[in-house]
């Protein structure tokens, strides 16, 4: 039986094929070249420019297997046009939180592109799943460390 994959963004995926299309065609190219050149200096083991370079074709080959991982573990979702009056995957949500007095937006992504400094949450995060389906006007509860925080939705914009 195969696995369920994880749910991505088509930019969220097209960002991830770009990088890896990048650390495979121009980075690690670059760094071949910075090997090949600190080992034409002599002795490799007190050579700091190439030990430098291993290490970061060491970093380059753990991102792009992480890239990879990502692409064979997720889809990218279909959003669910037919209905816009209600938050889905891919729904940029305007909530007001009552115990800030304030309001707040957040983008709804899969959990490989969440990032909570661009307010961009994950569908399978607390807040993600208390959103998801729900409609303008309505309440959702979440608990927090700092106790429970009540938002309420004030928009929906399914244009994204």
Known sequence: MEEKKELISQSGYDEVKAELEYLNNVKMPEISVKISEAREQGDLS????????????????????E????????????SDIKNKSKVSFGSLVTVYLEKYDEERQYKIVGSAEANTLENKIGNDSPLGMALLGRKKGEKVAINAPSGEIIYEIKAIDNTQ
Not at 46 to 65: C, D, F, G, H, S
Not at 67 to 78: F, G, P, Q, S, Y
């Open 67 to 78: 890239l990879e991982n990502i692409l064979k573990t997720h889809e990218v979702a279909v």
């Open 46 to 65: 007190e050579n700091a420019e190439y030990l430098a370079a291993r290490e970061e074709q060491a970093e380059v080959n753990r991102r792009i297997t």
